[in-house]
Structure formats: structure tokens, C-alpha cells
């Protein structure tokens, strides 16, 4: 199994940064990407950004300028730092971990973390 641990988060100001991080650990062979998705209530869950391990970065319109997603490979830790944030941005963001394992594509998903734009 694959646990995937987010970290950061919270509360901001509109205008404000915020940096999220996502660190993988446990069992695969191969991981080919790690990503943010996000969900505000009542709504349905949507891609932030992700980043392919063969480099490839895609952002969805909606953060791009404004959000910058890296990762460390030595630590299999991804990191979404979040610039003038707005209130739209609020939601629940999940990270997402794909790959391989025992030749089979698999996926897992964080528990989660709130953040928080206040206007």
C-alpha cells in the first residue's frame, strides 16, 4: 500500500500565499505522476496541477500564474505553493499519486486538506 501525507494548509487572506505538500511512502514500483485536485461543497472534484515523472507540468486555467506545483524526488514529495489566493480557491485539496505496481496501473488519493480563503 501507498500512504500519501499532506501537510500545510489553513486559513489566508485573499492576496495571500499558502504552500501545500504531499510526501509518498510504502509500496510501488513505479510512480508516473503526483498531483493536486480540489473540492469546494457542493461541487464536483477538479484538477489543480500535476506533474508527470517524465516532466510534463499541467495546470488547470483557473491557478496558472498564480500557483506553482514542484517535487523532490529523493523524498517522493510533491509541493503546491499557492500565490495571491482568492476565494474561489477555497476547498478541500486531495493528493493524487499514479503508478505502477505488480504491472497493474494504480492510483491512490490523500485524506485530504482545507484551505481557506477569506475576502
Known amino acids: 500500500q501507498v500512504q500519501l501525507v499532506e501537510s500545510g494548509g489553513g486559513a489566508v487572506q485573499a492576496g495571500g500565499s499558502l504552500n501545500i505538500s504531499c510526501a509518498a511512502s510504502?509500496?510501488?514500483?513505479?510512480?508516473?505522476?503526483m498531483g493536486w485536485y480540489r473540492q469546494a461543497p457542493g461541487k464536483q472534484r477538479e484538477l489543480v496541477a500535476t506533474?508527470?515523472?517524465?516532466?510534463?507540468?499541467t495546470y488547470a486555467d483557473s491557478v496558472k500564474g498564480r500557483f506553482t506545483l514542484s517535487r523532490d524526488n529523493a523524498k517522493n514529495t510533491v509541493y503546491l505553493q499557492m500565490n495571491s489566493l482568492k476565494p474561489e480557491d477555497t476547498a478541500a485539496y486531495y493528493c493524487?499519486?499514479?503508478?505502477?505496481?505488480?504491472?497493474?496501473?494504480?492510483?491512490?488519493w490523500g485524506q485530504g486538506t482545507q484551505v481557506t480563503v477569506s475576502s
Open positions: 493524487n499519486l499514479e503508478g505502477y505496481r505488480d504491472y497493474r496501473r494504480v492510483y491512490y
Open positions: 510504502g509500496s510501488i514500483d513505479t510512480i508516473t505522476g
Open positions: 506533474i508527470k515523472f517524465g516532466g510534463s507540468t
